[in-house]
C-alpha cells in the first residue's frame, strides 16, 4: 500500500506544489472535511479513480477526447500519477496553488477538441462534457470510500459533492452535480448516450498490467481494478467489456480490509499529512 500510495500521492515531474506552506492558507475545499479524508485513501482513491474513468470512457465525446489526446495508452503511469496529483491539488493545496493548477489544465484542454468516430464533434471545454467528467470523479471516490473503506451516510455523500463545488466551477462545470441526488438524476439521464467501446476493455487491461506495483504485487493491482468495476453503476455493469472483470468470491472482503486498514495508515511526507500539518493551530471555518 506504500508503494500505491506513494504512486498516486506523490507529485509526478514539473507538478511541484508546496502543501505545507503558508501556514493556516485554506484550500479549495473545507479542512478536515469529507473530501479530506476520502482522498487520504490510496486504496479507495485508486479504485474510485478507475471507476470514474470507466464512466467517462462510456460517454462517446468524453472517449474520444481522452484516448485522442492523453498519454493513457503510451505512459498509463504518467497519466495516473499526474490524475491523481491533480486531485490532491484541489483537496489538499494551499487555494491560490491550486488555481492556478486548474487554469492551466483548463487552458491545455481548450486545445482539446475533434470529432468523434460517429462525426459528432466534441471540445474538451464544453460544460456538458466537464459536468460529466466532474460528476463521476465525486461519485468514484465518494462510492470506492463508502465501499471499501468506511461507510458513508447520505448526508455525507451529498457532502462529498457540495465540497467539489468551488474547484469544478473553476474548471468550467458550473452545472456539476452538488448532492448524490442531483448525481442520481445525471446518471439518469447520461445512462440513454453511455456505450460499450473496445477501449474500455483497452483500459482494463492497461490498468491491470502497468508498472503501479512491484511485480510480485500485481495481482493485487488487479483485484483492484476488479473493485472498480464491481462498484460501477448500470448500464456499465451490463457492457460486455467489463462482464466477468468484477470480483470473485472472498476478494470483496480482502479488498474492504486494505481499505479500512489504508485509513488508519499516517502516509507521512505526501500531500494529505503535509495539508493537516499547515492547518494545525489554523482557525477553522
Not at 5 to 18: F, H, I, K
Not at 141 to 163: D, G, I, M, N, T
Request: glycine content about 8%; overall charge positive.
Amino acid at each position: 500500500m506504500l508503494h500505491l500510495a506513494r504512486t498516486l500521492l506523490q507529485p509526478p515531474p514539473g507538478m511541484a506544489v508546496d502543501f505545507s506552506n503558508p501556514h493556516g492558507a485554506p484550500a479549495l475545499t473545507p479542512a478536515h472535511s469529507i473530501s479530506w479524508e476520502i482522498f487520504d485513501n490510496p486504496v479507495s482513491l485508486f479504485i474510485g479513480g478507475v471507476a470514474a474513468v470507466l464512466l467517462e470512457l462510456a460517454e462517446p465525446s468524453v472517449r474520444t477526447g481522452v484516448w485522442d489526446h492523453s498519454s493513457f495508452q503510451r505512459d498509463p503511469l504518467l497519466r495516473l500519477r499526474r490524475t491523481g496529483f491533480a486531485a490532491m491539488v484541489t483537496v489538499y493545496a494551499p487555494a491560490d496553488q491550486a488555481e492556478q493548477l486548474i487554469a492551466r489544465v483548463v487552458r491545455m484542454h481548450e486545445r482539446v477538441r475533434g470529432i468523434t468516430p460517429d462525426g459528432q464533434p466534441y471540445h474538451a471545454n464544453d460544460m456538458r462534457l466537464l459536468d460529466w467528467v466532474q460528476a463521476t470523479a465525486s461519485f468514484g471516490f465518494c462510492e470506492a470510500y463508502h465501499r471499501y473503506a468506511r461507510p458513508l451516510s447520505p448526508a455525507e455523500k451529498s457532502q462529498v459533492f457540495a465540497e467539489g463545488q468551488r474547484p469544478a466551477r473553476l474548471y468550467g462545470a458550473t452545472g456539476a452535480p452538488s448532492s448524490w441526488a442531483q448525481w442520481e438524476q445525471l446518471l439518469e439521464q447520461t445512462a440513454p448516450g453511455l456505450e460499450d467501446s473496445g477501449i474500455l476493455g483497452e483500459f482494463l487491461q492497461i490498468m491491470e498490467n502497468a508498472p503501479i506495483v512491484p511485480r510480485a504485487l500485481r495481482p493485487v493491482q488487479r483485484m483492484l481494478v476488479r473493485a472498480a468495476v464491481d462498484m460501477t453503476p448500470e448500464p456499465l455493469r451490463s457492457f460486455a467489456s467489463l462482464r466477468g472483470h468484477g470480483l470473485g468470491p472472498g476478494q470483496r472482503a480482502l479488498v474492504r480490509s486494505m481499505g479500512r486498514l489504508a485509513r488508519w495508515m499516517p502516509w507521512p511526507g505526501l500531500p494529505p499529512a503535509q495539508a493537516r500539518a499547515r492547518m494545525r493551530g489554523a482557525p477553522q471555518g
